[in-house]
């Protein structure tokens, strides 16, 4: 990592996740800037991510050809919840999102940085716990942490990434779907939203079952015959509408297709709530894509509908046949739950 910078540095209660404010009385962590940097790198070290932290700039690994660069951020009360959510799998899902952009490209990661900014009641143990959950699955798909950045400041917990990968000879991108094409998806919908409709203990853990699907967009690159791809992080019928748009087409989705996380629908207290997650929830990270024919069985893919061409006024996206509405999470406006 990089040199941090700080502005006070506290900790507050046992090693666990609660959730902290920037309200609560801080109090200085033992050691200071040294214990919190101290106990992120050993949590990488554990996982094999052997990086230079005393220098301010990383040095990337060479790759050869086109490369790929994505940057996003999770926030305490938007991303995750640290009254449900534990700090490991805060860490985790900072790692999967950017990941998941990757593998929507079509992209093999090559490394990640990350910059940490901490409340002043987060102590070395909790900073340790949220790093050894990124490093964890870093190290999984093989990204190195290549370094990053850490500061305590007032305020709610935010965990900054970005993310490096090779992309593939023939990118792949939104744009590029035509009438006749399928479309389809490389996992199963609405577990992850299902944590935030009706929280429990039981629907925030299978929240936390997601993972990158960067083995189906190998297979799919492999292939070489998808015409637009992309990740669902904002609701099927958000994502949908973006693809439509991107490529100047219609999408018409069929619901008895969309392959409902069972373990999702046991858990959520209707079936009208479940194909709710589904359709809107966001945060599935699986892949979106069209093709014109029946993809290989290593993307795990089940085909949700089909590519239409646009018509002057017409919807662009339906469901069963009705115009749907490009629902799901938008930061600017906040989430339909």
């Not at 699986?286 to 089940?302: M, Y």
Request: net charge negative.
């Amino acid at each position: 990592m990089s040199h941090t910078h700080t502005t006070t540095r506290a900790e507050s209660g046992d090693g666990g996740a609660p959730a902290l404010s920037a309200e609560e009385p801080p109090s200085r962590v033992e050691g200071g800037e040294r214990a919190l940097l101290a106990a992120v790198v050993r949590a990488l070290k554990a996982w094999g991510h052997a990086i230079d932290h005393g220098d301010d700039c990383a040095l990337m690994p060479p790759l050869g050809g086109a490369q790929l660069l994505t940057t996003d951020a999770l926030a305490e009360g938007v991303h995750f919840d640290l009254a449900w959510d534990t700090l490991e799998q805060v860490g985790a899902q900072a790692a999967v999102v950017n990941l998941s952009d990757l593998a929507a490209s079509g992209g093999a990661p090559r490394g990640l940085l990350w910059s940490l900014s901490l409340p002043p009641a987060l102590s070395a143990d909790q900073a340790e716990a949220l790093a050894w959950g990124f490093a964890k699955v870093a190290a999984r798909w093989g990204a190195p942490v290549l370094g990053g950045n850490l500061c305590v400041r007032p305020g709610p917990l935010e965990v900054h990434v970005t993310a490096l990968g090779a992309a593939p000879a023939a990118r792949l991108h939104r744009r590029g779907a035509r009438p006749g094409d399928g479309v389809f998806v490389t996992g199963a919908l609405g577990a992850r939203a299902l944590g935030y409709l009706e929280p429990s203990e039981a629907s925030r853990a299978l929240r936390h079952l997601w993972r990158p699907h960067l083995p189906e967009a190998a297979a799919l690159v492999s292939w070489g015959a998808v015409t637009a791809m992309m990740d669902i992080s904002d609701g099927l019928l958000l994502d949908a509408h973006r693809l439509a748009e991107e490529s100047d087409v219609a999408l018409a989705l069929e619901s008895p297709l969309l392959p409902i996380c069972p373990r999702m629908s046991a858990l959520a207290s209707s079936p009208p709530v479940a194909l709710r997650a589904a359709l809107r929830g966001g945060e599935d990270y699986v892949l979106l894509f069209t093709a014109p024919g029946a993809p290989p069985p290593e993307a795990h893919a089940t085909r949700v509908g089909a590519c239409l061409a646009p018509r002057p006024g017409g919807a662009r996206v339906t469901l069963d046949g009705a115009p749907a509405a490009p629902e799901g999470y938008e930061h600017a406006l906040g989430a339909p739950r």
